[in-house]
């Protein structure tokens, strides 16, 4: 949750190393804290960035614009016109595993990187290294494990991923991450020698879960994604434990999407008040229409992946 002492850097003894690297890990964790109790709005044009910028997001990330067919980094020209235009950091998506791709996005000078299994996959067994990197990754989850061992390769943002259709459907994020909630719940009750038994039973490294047990939670910066179209959606997501929360591009397709991201992004600095939220939540009616998952794409619930 996003309280002010949430999330701790690590100490001069690490779990993590970034030896030799253009940035010690510790310094990629600062970074990505910078974007705590904030909205990440995914953004595929300028205007939508200048609007997302207004309405009061942290970031934006820029992402290709959906097309059918693979789907790939967006157009570096793109990138580099919206960080022109933008005062507030802005993140790229690379495909998993495309190393060339996040190679790319580096270069042209953005803040972060995402990892995203959103896109196509460019590699299905190997994720990118990302401590050969100097900007800071994010990465997507369903599990306790899966974040672990994402932060073990060199994410310092964790993105717990719900829905991956775009339906508005939020059932699919508030497993994920209630999942990965328990986990941490259940760690904290453990005594020592059990934490070996767990870090081998999530495949995850014994160091890593250690600290998260220490910790209390993930020990980097933890959001959620997919699905989350209204004020209490995101608010849902900050009372469940999250550090804030990513908006997907089809929070434009409505008469004024600045109302709406707006209405989100005051939801999330305000998540623990009922009557901010519900005056935040009012006159969204248009706003918040959207497909029916039953209809549309079937019973909800499916895989996240």
Excluded: W
Excluded at 31 to 55: F, K, N, P
Excluded at 132 to 138: D, L, P, S
Excluded at 210 to 219: E, N, S, V
Aim: hydrophobic content about 45%; proline content about 4%.
């Amino acid at each position: 949750m996003a309280d002010d002492n949430a999330v701790t850097l690590y100490n001069s003894n690490p779990a993590i190393t970034d030896a030799a690297k253009k940035n010690p890990f510790s310094i990629k964790v600062a970074m990505a804290q910078m974007l705590r109790g904030g909205a990440i709005v995914e953004v595929t044009t300028l205007d939508q960035a200048r609007i997302a910028e207004s309405a009061g997001a942290c970031c934006v990330v820029v992402s290709d614009p959906r097309k059918p067919g693979i789907s790939r980094m967006p157009d570096p020209s793109l990138i580099k016109e919206i960080k022109r235009t933008l005062s507030i950091p802005v993140m790229a998506k690379s495909r998993v595993g495309h190393f060339v791709e996040a190679q790319i996005l580096e270069s042209i000078g953005v803040d972060y990187i995402d990892e995203s299994e959103a896109l196509a996959f460019a590699d299905e067994d190997h994720f990118i290294n990302k401590h050969n990197f100097g900007v800071a990754f994010v990465c997507g989850c369903r599990d306790l494990g899966e974040a672990l061992i994402r932060v073990r390769e060199g994410a310092a943002l964790i993105r717990t991923q719900g829905d991956l259709s775009r339906s508005g459907d939020i059932v699919q994020t508030v497993r994920s991450v209630r999942k990965v909630m328990g986990e941490i719940r259940v760690l904290n009750n453990m005594d020592d020698d059990e934490v070996f038994a767990f870090s081998k039973r999530i495949r995850a490294p014994y160091d890593i879960v250690a600290q998260t047990k220490q910790m209390g939670r993930l020990p980097v910066v933890h959001f959620a994604a997919g699905g989350i179209s209204t004020p209490a959606d995101a608010a849902l997501m900050m009372q469940l434990g999250c550090d804030g929360v990513f908006l997907e591009s089809e929070i434009f397709d409505c008469l004024d999407p600045y109302k709406k991201v707006r209405a989100i992004v005051q939801a999330v600095r305000n998540y623990n008040d009922p009557l901010e939220l519900a005056q935040a939540s009012s006159g969204l009616e248009e706003a918040m229409a959207g497909l029916n998952v039953d209809e549309q794409f079937g019973a909800a619930g499916g895989s996240a992946y």
